[in-house]
T-cell receptor, first 111, second 112 residues
Framework: GQQVMQIPQYQHVQEGEDFTTYCNSS?????IQWYKQRPGGHPVFLIQ?????EVKKQKRLTFQFGEAKKNSSLHITATQTTDVGTYFC???????????FGTGTRLTIIP | SAVISQKPSRDICQRGTSLTIQCQVD?????MFWYRQQPGQSLTLIAT?????????ESGFVIDKFPISRPNLTFSTLTVSNMSPEDSSIYLC?????????FGPGTRLLVL
């Protein structure tokens, strides 16, 4: 079955440094979504990417979808303490509504 | 958008018992899902709750263990049957509207 891996598993950064998490799928995806889960909270939808090579920005967050639609990345510029949490990518197969969640990257910020 | 509530928010149960989790959405939605998230882990899809028909279960999950009801487009229940400590987890209800997927606050289950 489809597998979605993320690296790194953990990332500790100084406040103000940049952060990137990478997502790789074993299969070509229809689309990819990104979620943020704060400690003790539930996943919150951030964005969906559909097109090959697509790049989307939300303030300090930049999302990319690979040309082959098998990988994606999330980059945060100048991290803030409010960015703390676990970031999950989730890939959607063609032909069904199932989302397969990645393994997640837990971001901690050193003030 | 969709606002999802779940009951109970948490519970401690004895092994061998069953717990039913309720999920209520503030609007009618077609796609409704149940996920499990073990501590520090990712989310695993248990099943898709289909309105008016049997749920569609993912590999490793069976109806006898996780019976699901979906009587209408705003409500669903998930039962965790004959519980064991391995069932200790967070159970999350989720719905999809257009391009966005929303999650409920989760039910934290501890089985002793």
């Amino acid at each position: 079955g489809q597998q979605v891996m993320q690296i790194p598993q953990y990332q500790h950064v100084q406040e103000g440094e940049d952060f990137t998490t990478y997502c790789n799928s074993s299969t070509t995806l229809s689309n990819i979504q990104w979620y943020k889960q704060r400690p003790g909270g539930h996943p919150v939808f951030l964005i969906q990417l559909v097109k090959s090579g697509e790049v989307k920005k939300q303030k300090r967050l930049t999302f990319q979808f690979g040309e082959a639609k098998k990988n994606s990345s999330l980059h945060i510029t100048a991290t803030q303490t409010t960015d703390v949490g676990t970031y999950f990518c989730a890939g959607k197969d063609f032909g069904n509504e199932k989302l397969t969640f990645g393994t997640g990257t837990r971001l901690t910020i050193i003030p | 958008s969709a606002v999802i509530s779940q009951k109970p928010s948490r519970d401690i149960c004895q092994r061998g018992t069953s717990l039913t989790i309720q999920c209520q959405v503030d609007s009618q939605v077609t796609m409704m899902f149940w996920y499990r998230q073990q501590p520090g882990q990712s989310l695993t899809l248990i099943a898709t709750a289909n309105q008016g028909s049997e749920a569609t279960y993912e590999s490793g999950f069976v109806i006898d263990k996780f019976p699901i009801s979906r009587p209408n487009l705003t409500f669903s229940t998930l039962t965790v049957s004959n519980m064991s400590p391995e069932d200790s987890s967070i159970y999350l209800c989720s719905v999809r509207t257009k391009e966005t997927q929303y999650f409920g606050p989760g039910t934290r289950l501890l089985v002793l």
